[in-house]
């Protein structure tokens, strides 16, 4: 990965280039991590004018596993310090005159620091540049998602497989989590929510001490972390007997706006088209006042990534993309249903978007 990481600090500094800056200051931990392989906690990364670096990671402390011969690392001798001051000092010294720093991530105090840090060094805003490069991911990126998606399916699938009347959320979801890291995730790529009953469908719904009742809506969403990266999945299921009619129909309802989603994930499609075919199956169902914010998202070392899948969406979804799909409706007092999967943006011509989380949608009763 050490030439993956190389490449892509050197695409960023081509854009540093173009914009006129001479070196560039990451703080944002996931985008300190995709340019360097390691992110320690407060750990940035100074770019320099020059390709191929050398460039610097300043820590408070040695990364754990760093094998990439062209970054440098600067570990504080006072754990304290400030690794963003001690990087806009070491770019002054080194002659630049323009800094990028990642304005959407600083606080304006630490904003205010650097500059009075070194006052001849100007500041100038990198954007959102390194997440755009994030947006398409290579290969071997995708592989770690794939492997994420497979411990949550299996996670979940071992869930299903045993006795859920009268355990509670939580239990459960800690169960989960377990789950995931005995399978080999780093850990939950976000808080597992289990929702029982009258909580079904709910939209990040914290576990409580309800326990589970027969005739239940069951909804879980989960996601695993592996190398960093991040899976989503969510389904729904009921609990004991057959389901009623109303919940078949609910069911049915969100699966074919889901449906309609991933169905629409294909290079050069909108962003906005893709959410408008989820919205509008909801709709065709008398679910329109139901509506999400959004009913997709991007994924990868962050779990809510670009691009956005939601009405003022902009832009235009690239090939070797990862996005959610996650449509859900709730009905106050009744419960209601969530289908969440992660898949990546493929052609027709290599078969369309790869799913990769394959847990059963069926209805099941449990």
Same mark, same amino acid.
């Given at each position: 990965?050490?030439?993956?990481?190389?490449?892509? @600090?050197?695409?960023? @500094?081509?854009?540093?280039?173009?914009?006129?800056?001479?070196?560039?200051?990451?703080?944002?931990?996931?985008?300190?991590?995709?340019?360097?392989?390691?992110?320690?906690?407060?750990?940035? !990364?100074?770019?320099?004018?020059?390709?191929?670096?050398?460039?610097?990671?300043?820590?408070?402390?040695?990364?754990?596993?760093?094998?990439?011969?062209?970054?440098?690392?600067?570990? !504080?001798?006072?754990?304290?310090?400030? $690794?963003?001051?001690?990087?806009?000092?070491?770019?002054?010294?080194?002659? #630049?005159?323009?800094?990028? *720093?990642?304005?959407?991530?600083?606080?304006?105090?630490?904003?205010?620091? /650097?500059?009075?840090?070194?006052?001849? !060094?100007?500041?100038? =805003?990198?954007?959102?540049?390194?997440?755009?490069?994030?947006?398409?991911?290579?290969?071997?990126?995708?592989?770690? !998602?794939?492997?994420?998606?497979?411990? #949550? =399916?299996? #996670?979940?699938?071992?869930?299903?497989?045993?006795?859920?009347?009268?355990?509670?959320?939580?239990?459960?979801?800690?169960?989960?989590?377990?789950?995931? *890291?005995?399978?080999?995730?780093?850990?939950?790529?976000?808080?597992?929510?289990?929702?029982?009953?009258?909580?079904?469908?709910?939209?990040?719904?914290?576990?409580?001490?309800? @326990?589970?009742?027969?005739? =239940?809506?069951?909804?879980?969403?989960?996601?695993?972390?592996?190398?960093?990266?991040?899976?989503?999945?969510?389904?729904?299921?009921?609990?004991?007997?057959?389901?009623?009619?109303?919940?078949?129909?609910?069911?049915?309802?969100?699966?074919?706006?889901?449906?309609?989603?991933?169905?629409?994930?294909?290079?050069?499609?909108?962003?906005?088209?893709?959410?408008?075919?989820?919205?509008?199956?909801?709709?065709? #169902?008398?679910?329109?006042?139901?509506?999400?914010? /959004?009913?997709?998202?991007?994924?990868?070392?962050?779990?809510?990534? =670009? $691009?956005?899948?939601?009405?003022?969406?902009?832009?235009?979804?690239?090939?070797?993309?990862? *996005?959610?799909?996650?449509?859900?409706?709730?009905?106050?007092?009744?419960?209601?249903?969530?289908?969440?999967?992660?898949?990546?943006?493929?052609?027709?011509?290599?078969?369309?978007?790869?799913?990769?989380?394959?847990?059963?949608?069926?209805?099941?009763?449990?």
């Amino acid at each position: 990965m050490a030439e993956a990481h190389a490449a892509r @600090r050197d695409r960023l @500094r081509q854009l540093c280039a173009g914009a006129g800056q001479t070196a560039a200051l990451v703080s944002r931990p996931a985008n300190v991590r995709y340019l360097g392989g390691e992110a320690p906690e407060g750990s940035v !990364l100074l770019l320099g004018a020059e390709r191929g670096g050398p460039d610097i990671l300043f820590a408070a402390s040695p990364p754990g596993g760093l094998a990439d011969e062209a970054l440098r690392v600067h570990v !504080l001798a006072c754990p304290a310090s400030d $690794p963003a001051v001690a990087a806009a000092e070491t770019a002054a010294a080194d002659g #630049a005159e323009i800094l990028a *720093v990642e304005e959407h991530h600083l606080t304006v105090a630490r904003h205010r620091t /650097l500059a009075d840090t070194a006052p001849r !060094l100007r500041l100038g =805003d990198l954007g959102r540049g390194v997440e755009q490069l994030r947006l398409v991911k290579d290969e071997e990126e995708i592989g770690a !998602l794939r492997i994420a998606a497979e411990i #949550a =399916d299996q #996670a979940l699938g071992e869930l299903l497989e045993s006795i859920l009347v009268g355990r509670t959320e939580r239990h459960l979801a800690l169960e989960l989590e377990r789950r995931l *890291v005995d399978h080999g995730a780093d850990g939950a790529a976000f808080a597992t929510s289990v929702a029982t009953g009258p909580h079904a469908g709910l939209a990040g719904h914290r576990p409580t001490d309800r @326990r589970v009742e027969e005739g =239940d809506f069951l909804s879980v969403c989960l996601g695993a972390t592996y190398r960093g990266y991040r899976s989503e999945i969510g389904r729904t299921f009921v609990i004991g007997t057959a389901p009623e009619e109303w919940q078949i129909e609910l069911y049915d309802a969100v699966f074919a706006a889901q449906r309609a989603g991933r169905e629409s994930l294909l290079p050069g499609a909108a962003c906005r088209d893709v959410d408008r075919a989820v919205r509008q199956a909801l709709e065709s #169902a008398g679910h329109g006042a139901d509506l999400p914010a /959004l009913t997709g998202h991007g994924v990868g070392l962050e779990n809510d990534e =670009d $691009p956005q899948l939601a009405p003022s969406a902009m832009g235009k979804l690239d090939a070797c993309v990862p *996005v959610t799909v996650e449509p859900g409706v709730h009905l106050p007092g009744r419960g209601g249903v969530r289908i969440d999967d992660t898949l990546v943006v493929r052609p027709e011509a290599d078969g369309g978007p790869e799913l990769l989380t394959i847990t059963t949608k069926e209805l099941l009763a449990l």
